[in-house]
């Protein structure tokens, strides 16, 4: 094989690790749903996939995670929460792969662009949701204050255990090697 194939394959089967791991984390905090919509345990492996194997894979993995979830454990429900966090967590991984693809591989950088990610994910979240709303496929008033409670407030613990771990974890992948993207 050459190394375009193994690399290819390598982005593959890490994306399906990663997968399992977003589809499997949020039974960790699945007992006390408050701490599991706070931890966001399902945005870490999609984000890393991001940085690891690139903006398509990320995406991919993101968007299928929220929606597979939904499939199989039923959990979280399908509208509106499954498909706005599909484009949510595909638009996370999306952004933090092209951009550290983009600006450099250094700590600064893989901040920024898990920062950006960040932001436009949460922005995506609530565009999703406004269509949804105008639609009528789910309840609610869609404006700034909602974007804002539902993705940023409520999700503070998450926010943070992702700007604390996710540079970590791409520093020390970066150091052994076992970067893709």
Same mark, same amino acid.
């Given at each position: 094989?050459?190394?375009?194939?193994?690399?290819?394959? +390598?982005?593959?089967?890490?994306? +399906?690790?990663?997968?399992?791991? +977003?589809?499997?984390?949020?039974?960790?905090?699945?007992?006390? /749903?408050?701490?599991?919509?706070?931890?966001?345990?399902?945005? @870490?492996?999609?984000?890393?996939?991001?940085?690891?194997?690139?903006?398509? *894979?990320? &995406?991919?993995?993101? %968007?299928? %995670? /929220?929606? @597979?979830?939904?499939?199989?454990?039923?959990? /979280? #429900?399908?509208? /509106?929460? &499954?498909?706005?966090?599909?484009?949510?967590?595909?638009?996370? &991984?999306?952004? $933090?792969?092209?951009?550290?693809?983009?600006?450099?591989?250094?700590?600064?950088?893989?901040?920024? %662009?898990?920062?950006? $990610?960040?932001?436009?994910?949460?922005?995506? *979240?609530?565009?999703?949701?406004?269509?949804?709303?105008?639609? !009528?496929? &789910?309840?609610? #008033?869609?404006?700034?204050?909602?974007? *804002? $409670?539902?993705?940023?407030?409520? !999700?503070?613990?998450?926010?943070?255990?992702? @700007?604390? %771990?996710?540079?970590?974890?791409?520093?020390?992948?970066?150091?052994?090697?076992?970067?893709?993207?």
């Amino acid at each position: 094989m050459s190394r375009r194939t193994n690399r290819s394959l +390598a982005k593959m089967l890490y994306s +399906a690790m990663f997968l399992s791991l +977003a589809l499997l984390l949020p039974f960790l905090t699945s007992q006390i /749903p408050e701490i599991g919509s706070k931890l966001l345990p399902m945005h @870490l492996p999609v984000i890393l996939c991001g940085f690891v194997c690139g903006p398509f *894979w990320g &995406a991919t993995v993101g %968007a299928s %995670a /929220p929606i @597979l979830r939904s499939l199989i454990f039923t959990r /979280p #429900e399908m509208f /509106p929460s &499954a498909v706005t966090m599909a484009v949510e967590l595909a638009t996370y &991984a999306f952004v $933090a792969g092209l951009l550290y693809k983009k600006l450099g591989k250094n700590i600064f950088m893989t901040y920024l %662009a898990l920062i950006t $990610a960040m932001i436009c994910g949460r922005l995506m *979240w609530g565009g999703v949701m406004f269509v949804l709303i105008f639609l !009528g496929m &789910a309840k609610g #008033e869609i404006g700034f204050s909602l974007i *804002w $409670a539902h993705t940023v407030l409520q !999700g503070i613990p998450g926010i943070t255990l992702q @700007l604390v %771990a996710i540079p970590i974890i791409v520093n020390v992948l970066k150091k052994n090697r076992l970067m893709l993207n």
